[in-house]
């Protein structure tokens, strides 16, 4: 079955599940990992992150949208800019904060950085670096369950750079060939680092392509949590019924720069500015305001409440012992074939 | 001589075949995925008949798509599963260069130990059926220079039969190698025959004068190079690498106490290549056992002609590894 629908916002807040305090609570995750990578820019200010930083600033409706669709049993492969999608899992603030410190408390024992957050108790499978090489391991991660009868899908997140991989045709080929359950979410940010869309793609429609592959595909608003949620809620319920792989096109935009290095120097200020009107916790904000169920001592409490628990996580983390060098060739292989 | 029946001849191909079945009988954790595998058999009919046994979804066909199938592999280990995934051949495995290095090899040290991933990947080598230069070159010491996979060349019907469930047993990525020239190879299975340790090279024949360090396909070329050393009084040892990540410096450093002579063969080319690594480290480690410097045999450095007489030219010969072993002795 080919099908392409987009996603009616109207209609998906009308059947959002949960109420107020739902939409409190996504609210407040987003603002987390808001808040979250504001204290990243300040820590890569000061010298204690390094390397490579992809912020998703902007782009938090879809970390937490998406998330809301899946279970504990469910696993997440995901990109290089994942500090939302890894916050969003229940991965600790405190845990990511000590990864990017280099500390052997971080989530991946200081090994992997901002770039390689994982956490298998959250089946949280990374935090990968190359574009696209997520998708295959993701594919398989799927083909597993269903080998094994298990109800759980797996979620794959990249981007609209991804889509011009081939390692992402061969993987929505495989997925929709056999049949994996298989969540594919196709984060595009209209940037490949810094080429357009337009520039990269002869077909922006990227839903409709995904299509071509026989399986079913929708194009929804990234920048409004509610579209999101009702998209990957839909989706994912006919993943699990057997509906085969289910791909998601999110329409969103980084506020910020590529990485930490990057200028910034290929998009016009108005565009960012145009999109930051539709800023996603702004928008949920407002909503909320309007009907009555948000006030601004209410935005102030969560304000207060992040900001303790991200000082308190920058503290813990700061305290996070360092692997001595000795054990720098530890986990090359498993502790059975290490050689003693 | 005891009174029991002589095993019945069998080929290397066979070897391999038994092997998978006898991983897929007793784990249905493992299962085979490659292009070809079920319905044709295989491309070169290693796992003939495994589908008929042990159905489609446990040997299973792919598309033409190294990068998904080995990725998949590689997320099915990931998972929990035991994935047998083949590759056609060593040249069309550099499509999936990016998931067997930088996922397989990479994973379980980037994420801090938590994510170990399983898997088995075979995949085919080498030259000497005039295939051309596109499915005829030896690049397993391009997967041995990887840290976080072990790099296996089985060059016996033994090995192939009883390397396959250590690998499976191995909870990190093992890449085995298959020498193209060596499927119709027969010969009958040593009694007593059992898993081979894989840290172990194997002396596959001893001698006093000149150690010859070789694996795979050129095992057979090197064996025959011993025994026409031998007609002219000089006795080659013959060192089979077996394990080319990581290598058991241990036996080679041995022989070549014994013997102060070395002579490495390997398929690959010269450059940068594992007969280089070899010959480092037995110049590294054991220098002032030498009494001569280490020779190579190697395969020219041009990519592998499809004329015969080109195509053998470029090879290593029986000739060649004669010609060195008689440098080293002098």
Redesign the interface.
Known sequence: MIRRTAANPRRSRQRTAGGMDHQLAMLREMVRIRRFEERCVELYSSGEIRGFVHLCIGEEAVSVGVNRALTAED?V?TTYREHGHALARGVPAEAVFAEMLGRVT???????GSM?L???ARRF??????VA?G???????????R?RGQPNL?CCFFGDGAFAE??FH??A??AA?WDLPLLLICENNLYAMGTPLVREHAQTDLAARAASYGLVAWAADGMDVLAVEHAARRAARAVREGGGPYFLELRTYRFRAHSMYDPDLYRDKTEIEQWKERDPITRLADLMCADGSLDGHGLELIEKEIADELDQAVDRAREGGLEPAEDLL????????E?S | MTGTEPAPPTTYREALREAMREALAADDRV?LMGEDVGRYGGAFGVSLGLLDEFGS?RVRD??L?E???????????????R?IVEVMTVNFSLLAL??IL??AAT??????????VPLVIRMTTGAGRQLAAQHSHSLEGWYAHI??I?VLAPATIEDARYMLAPALA???PVVIFEHGSLYNASGTMPAGSGPVDLDSAAVRRPGTDVTLITYGGSLGKALDAAEQLAADGIAAEVVDLRTLR?LDDTTVLGSVQQTHRAVVVDEGWRTGGLSAEVAARVTEQGFYDLDAPVQRVCAAEVPVPYARQLEEAALPQVADIVAAARRAVG
């Open positions: 696993s492969v971080g989530c991946s024992r200081g090994r992997g390689h994982f956490d298998t499978y990374g935090g990968h670096g190359i090489g998708l295959p391991v993701a594919a398989g991660l799927a083909l597993a369950a080998m797996t081939g390692e061969e993987t080929n495989l060939l530890r986990f090359v292989r498993s502790p059975a074939s050689p | 299962f979804a792919t598309p798509s990068s998904a199938f080995v990725g998949a592999g590689i997320g099915a280990a990931i998972a929990g599963l994935p990016d998931q930088n996922n994973l379980l040290h980037m994420s801090g130990g938590q994510v170990g840290p976080g072990r191995d909870p990190d990581p």
